[in-house]
């Protein structure tokens, strides 16, 4: 399977950014733990921090990618944009998230995202991302 993730503004800074919630690993550490992890596909990343350039790489996705894990982080709670852009794409789009936000502050509760993704997993830390793979690989016959 050919997988693209996209995470969304200060996922760059993982490792640093509130480790308590975060933790401490990079996500460039734990990407090539999770290429690792399946050899067998192709996974690329891709992160940034502005909205538009998101919905451009979710655009680019759709014609080649099988699948897309998309943390949004922040953009999750305000990006009608980008959840527009998913219901435009015929790929599968798994959302992801380092934490609970159902646990978090009340304005990260709500997620524009959720509505229009195929799966969502949240409260996992990294391994979200795994079982987020996982998900795909089991279901992909039914998407």
């Not at 640093?16 to 919630?21: C, G, L, V």
């Not at 690792?36 to 596909?41: A, D, G, L």
């Not at 998230?97 to 997993?121: G, L």
Request: proline letters at 3%; a negative charge.
């Amino acid at each position: 399977m050919n997988i693209l993730i996209i995470n969304g503004p200060n996922l760059n800074i993982l490792g640093k950014r509130e480790p308590d919630i975060y933790g401490h690993q990079s996500f460039e550490d734990f990407f090539k733990e999770l290429r690792n992890k399946f050899p067998t596909h192709k996974i690329d990343y891709y992160q940034t921090n502005h909205e538009g350039s998101i919905i451009d790489k979710l655009q680019e996705a759709d014609n080649q990618y099988d699948a897309v894990i998309l943390n949004p982080a922040a953009y999750t709670h305000t990006s009608i944009a980008i959840a527009d852009c998913i219901k435009a794409i015929d790929i599968p789009v798994v959302e992801i998230h380092i934490s609970d936000i159902t646990k978090r502050e009340a304005y990260r509760q709500h997620s524009f995202i959720s509505e229009v993704a195929v799966y969502t997993i949240m409260g996992k830390g990294l391994n979200g991302y795994a079982l987020a793979i996982e998900w795909l690989l089991k279901n992909r016959a039914n998407l």
